[in-house]
């Protein structure tokens, strides 16, 4: 299998339209990566270099440690699933996933044993007689992935392989795609605009937004350690709160929101913040670190009362809506703790848990 390694890879267009800026990252051997970001972020353009199917304007794409600029696609040994999932209509399954065996020659006992091998790991092989037409969604999509598999590739690339397919059959084609990757041991590149997608595939996962990369890390350390306000943003559902307001020295080192309701002590160290004193900061909480005032054991921790707007039950939890200094908050709570609208309600928060941005470059502070 193969190493991909791109070095200040840009991409701009014929109309100057600048896709990628200056990108670079390794996706080591056997690793699965995947490149997520919100729509025209450049991440589907990222892909079609590194498959050949769009000219690198600037910088380097290796793979196996081998110059792959100037080398046609079809000689990059890698194979790319896509969204609509691009069958011949008039080809049984069998025949689409030989077709990219037959026009590299391969024997036919060959090709035999391969699709059908492909066909029982991806659970199709009662189906290679169907046109693509008499087959589901979900069916079209392994096929898809099928006719990559039979060319065992050095490197797989997926554009969002699972975005026309219902949410549990997109669920359950997720848990399928990481199975297959363990399974053939392949270096395995993911594009997706769903953070969870990303999530529970990536062993690491690339953050793209405007053509930049903005981290790239395991989707543990992305989710704990965010590198600025967009990531935070992007990556959790529902989405990371996000309170402006300033440091202050008040009894030691203060937050204090833009309208006084909510403020904390900073308890880390202290020397971190020097600069940061009366400047705009951003606090960010994610739902779940929201705890019921009630629920506190330690009497020290500080509290926010709120009245409750929006009471959302997901079953096993429910997610709580209020607001601090007019900004609508969203915590997620246990289920069994009952809370209606128009209730007062208190909070605590786990300070440990909170992430604090420079306001203005809105990077990640300490
Ligand atoms: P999506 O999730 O919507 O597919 P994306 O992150 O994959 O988005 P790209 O398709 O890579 O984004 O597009 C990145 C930027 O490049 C966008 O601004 C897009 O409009 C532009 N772009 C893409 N293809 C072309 C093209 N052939 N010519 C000019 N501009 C293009």
Do not use: W
Not at 298 to 320: A, T, Y
Not at 334 to 350: A, L
């Amino acid at each position: 299998m193969a190493e991909v390694k791109l070095q200040n890879v840009s991409k701009v267009y014929e109309n100057n339209v600048v896709a990628v800026k200056d990108i670079s990252f390794t996706v080591e051997d056997k690793e699965f990566v995947v490149l997520v970001g919100p729509s025209g972020c450049g991440k589907t353009t990222t892909l079609r270099m590194i498959a050949g199917l769009e000219e690198i304007s600037k910088g380097e794409l290796y793979i196996d440690g081998k110059l792959m600029n100037d080398v046609p696609a079809k000689d990059r040994d890698i194979a790319m699933v896509f969204q609509n999932y691009a069958l011949y209509p008039h080809m049984t399954v069998f025949e689409n996933m030989a077709f990219g065996l037959k026009i590299r020659k391969y024997p036919k006992n060959e090709i035999k044993k391969r699709v059908e091998e492909a066909a029982k790991i991806l659970g199709i092989d009662h189906l290679l007689n169907r046109k693509p037409k008499q087959l589901s969604g979900g069916q079209r999509q392994r096929v898809a992935v099928g006719r990559a598999i039979v060319r065992k590739p050095k490197v797989f690339l997926f554009d969002e392989p699972l975005s026309n397919l219902d949410a549990k059959l997109r669920v359950q084609m997720r848990t399928e795609i990481s199975k297959l990757h363990q399974k053939l041991e392949a270096t395995m590149i993911y594009v997706t605009h769903d953070q969870t997608e990303a999530m529970t595939m990536g062993d690491r996962i690339v953050v793209m937004k405007d053509g930049i990369v903005q981290q790239i890390d395991t989707p543990l350390n992305l989710y704990n350690r965010p590198i600025n306000k967009f990531v935070a943003g992007f990556i959790g559902s529902p989405a990371m709160n996000f309170i402006p307001g300033k440091i202050i020295r008040y009894n030691g080192l203060r937050f204090v929101s833009d309208k006084n309701q909510f403020s904390f002590l900073i308890n880390e160290n202290q020397n971190t913040f020097d600069n940061y004193i009366d400047k705009k900061i951003i606090v960010g909480i994610r739902p779940e670190d929201f705890i019921p005032a009630s629920m506190m054991q330690n009497d020290n921790l500080e509290e926010i009362n709120c009245e409750v707007d929006v009471v959302e039950p997901m079953g096993n939890e429910s997610f709580v809506y209020f607001q601090i200094d007019e900004i609508q908050i969203v915590a997620r709570i246990s289920s069994s703790i009952i809370i209606k609208p128009g209730q007062k309600f208190s909070f605590s928060y786990n300070p440990a848990k909170i992430h604090l941005f420079d306001g203005e470059s809105e990077k990640r502070i300490a």
